[in-house]
Nanobody, 124 residues
Framework: VQLQASGGGLVQAGGSLRLSCAAS????????MGWFRQAPGKEREFVAA????????YYADSVKGRFTISRDNAKNTVYLQMNSLKPEDTAVYYC??????????????????WGQGTLVTVSS
């Protein structure tokens, strides 16, 4: 599985961004997907996950109500809509594929494939 994340950039606090992650190499609708982020000097942390069908989603408490994960299995793409962005959301955002699970996991080691990351910077 190859994952290509895009959509990062510089945005002011309170603004919005939409990240995309295009997948290839395996039937996209057969595995769960997740988004993680890593800020400078910090460990990679869970942001959101979505089941293979898109019917179940999970969020970190820090983004609940502001971020929305979705997927389009016809386009082999998962999205992360980020609204009401805060400076503490600044990080490199990674998409990941969990081949062995129908539902997304919250631990990075559960995921099998990772995208290259896209930088999100939120200015105050």
């Amino acid at each position: 599985v190859q994952l290509q994340a895009s959509g990062g950039g510089l945005v002011q606090a309170g603004g919005s961004l939409r990240l995309s992650c295009a997948a290839s190499g395996r039937t996209f609708s057969s595995y769960a997907m997740g988004w993680f982020r890593q800020a400078p000097g910090k460990e990679r942390e869970f942001v959101a996950a979505i089941s293979w069908s898109g019917g179940s989603t999970y969020y970190a408490d820090s983004v609940k109500g502001r971020f929305t994960i979705s997927r389009d299995n016809a386009k082999n793409t998962v999205y992360l809509q980020m609204n009401s962005l805060k400076p503490e959301d600044t990080a490199v955002y990674y998409c990941a594929a969990d081949i062995g699970s129908e539902y997304g996991q919250i631990l990075p080691y559960e995921y099998d494939y990772w995208g290259q990351g896209t930088l999100v910077t939120v200015s105050s």
